[in-house]
T-cell receptor, first 119, second 109 residues
Framework: GAVVSQHPSRVICKSGTSVKIECRSL??????MFWYRQFPKKSLMLMAT?????????EQGVEKDKFLINHASLTLSTLTVTSAHPEDSSFYIC???????????????FGPGTRLTVL | TQLLEQSPQFLSIQEGENLTVYCNSS?????LQWYRQEPGEGPVLLVT?????EVKKLKRLTFQFGDARKDSSLHITAAQPGDTGLYLC?????????FGKGTSLLVTP
């Protein structure tokens, strides 16, 4: 149980276009989803925390107008990278927490990640 | 954001050797987690340690949480090529996970 999927797994786009990445909790309801960014052989950097039905909370330094997050249901959150540029190329990973879990932070289930390459 | 330092950053050993990875912080965490990540995939949770001084074992992996809950270690006994990957520690800080920079482990046959 507690499987999180991401789609697509890989995407290549031209500079200036927008890309949408989906994060789904397949067999559980997720009140909170997190979006991370990871550079090659580097750690995961939290970008934003997304709660179902409300606006996402962005970490310092993350442009909310560039990285649009929508969490419309308890099983789906989307990250849209708007007007993508080569520096946005990265590995984007989402995680989801079980609704009603005892501790939101330490019950995160991670998706397999999406590799974004902007040409 | 509370910083977590991991050492070593890279480690290349031969099959059968033992190794220890360290995760240190100046901050106290309510709990700490260790993850293993393979290239192109998301991290997979190995263990959560909660109590200061706690020791948990997962087959050949031994995890220890420092008494002050600021640091942790991961010890692998008789490493195997299948242990190759990026090992990440993450401190639980309220609703978020603060990840260390990771230790990239390569175990060669």
């Amino acid at each position: 149980g507690a499987v999180v999927s991401q789609h697509p797994s890989r995407v290549i786009c031209k500079s200036g276009t927008s890309v949408k990445i989906e994060c789904r909790s397949l067999d559980f309801q997720a009140t909170t989803m997190f979006w991370y960014r990871q550079f090659p052989k580097k750690s995961l950097m939290l970008m934003a925390t997304s709660n179902e039905g409300s606006k996402a909370t962005y970490e310092q330094g993350v442009e909310k107008d560039k990285f649009l997050i929508n969490h419309a249901s308890l099983t789906l959150s989307t990250l849209t990278v708007t007007s993508a540029h080569p520096e946005d190329s990265s590995f984007y990973i989402c995680s989801a927490t079980l609704a009603g879990g005892p501790s939101l932070a330490d019950t995160q289930y991670f998706g397999p990640g999406t590799r974004l390459t902007v040409l | 954001t509370q910083l977590l330092e991991q050492s070593p950053q890279f480690l290349s050993i031969q099959e059968g050797e033992n190794l220890t990875v360290y995760c240190n912080s100046s901050s106290v965490f309510s709990s700490l987690q260790w993850y293993r990540q393979e290239p192109g995939e998301g991290p997979v949770l190995l263990v959560t340690v909660v109590t200061g001084g706690e020791v948990k074992k997962l087959k050949r992996l031994t995890f220890q949480f420092g008494d002050a809950r600021k640091d942790s270690s991961l010890h692998i006994t008789a490493a195997q090529p299948g242990d190759t990957g990026l090992y990440l520690c993450a401190g639980v800080d309220g609703y978020a996970l603060n990840f260390g920079k990771g230790t990239s482990l390569l175990v060669t046959p």
